[in-house]
């Protein structure tokens, strides 16, 4: 049977309980992991404070691999923020599930619904818009964005916008979602065919729950990358 989400409207709208729950709990552990490895900083760091700052330069570098040196302070914390959101959304609902009677998913990866990471990707391409227009002002960011190198790429440029958005969204929806239904499938595996298939299943869900977190980790770097990309293409001028 399908996966069911825990419903609930408020006036004429309706919302997903489950998603709006696990999405909580990303930022809170979000919060939770950069509060706690923050705390008592050192000149000499050890442990959780080598953590934070490893994150911290590799997301960096992403960002300088397709910014000028002079943007990439500009932009970095927000691609930390975006990198460990998306990190934590893609492997929360990938270590373990909860499902109750009649298929009703109580825990999940937020990722794993289209409805996020298309609004994921949605805001990340606003996002390069505001800072283009931001840096440059609107008159010369709409020239350099969309009429240079030459002014008669405006209308593939403008369809570009709408499918950066669809293929962001639908990448990363489509590589989680694709993970917790195999883990799903092994695990009704145990229950269909019985206990004695334990030797078996146990293997086989470790090994795709290992595939899965590397799975999840690249595909936050992926998201991560290609906003930068998308960003460089606004802020920066073609000459």
């Not at 489509?174 to 145990?190: P, Q, S």
């Amino acid at each position: 049977m399908e996966e069911q989400s825990l419903l609930f409207r408020i006036g004429p709208l309706w919302f997903d309980g489950t998603i709006l729950i696990m999405t909580a709990i990303t930022c809170l552990l979000v919060f939770l992991i950069v509060f706690l490895c923050t705390r008592n900083l050192k000149l000499k760091p050890t442990g959780k404070q080598n953590f934070i700052e490893w994150i911290i330069e590799f997301v960096r570098k992403i960002v300088g691999d397709n910014l000028p040196g002079k943007d990439v302070s500009t932009y970095h914390l927000i691609a930390v923020t975006l990198f460990l959101f998306i990190f934590i959304a893609n492997e929360i609902g990938l270590v373990t599930k909860i499902v109750v009677e009649k298929d009703l998913t109580l825990w999940k990866s937020p990722t794993a619904n289209p409805a996020v990471t298309l609004t994921l990707a949605l805001m990340a391409i606003a996002m390069t818009h505001f800072f283009g227009v931001k840096k440059l002002g609107f008159k010369r960011y709409l020239v350099n964005a969309y009429l240079k190198p030459v002014g008669f790429l405006l209308p593939i440029k403008i369809i570009e916008e709408f499918t950066n958005i669809i293929t962001l969204g639908l990448r990363l929806y489509g590589n989680i979602f694709a993970g917790e239904v195999l883990l799903g499938l092994i695990a009704k595996m145990l229950i269909s065919i019985g206990w004695w298939s334990l030797p078996i299943v146990i293997p086989l869900e470790m090994i795709w729950i290992a595939f899965s977190l590397f799975i999840g980790a690249i595909q936050a770097y992926v998201f991560v990358t290609l906003f930068m990309v998308f960003l460089s293409h606004k802020i920066v001028e073609e000459h």
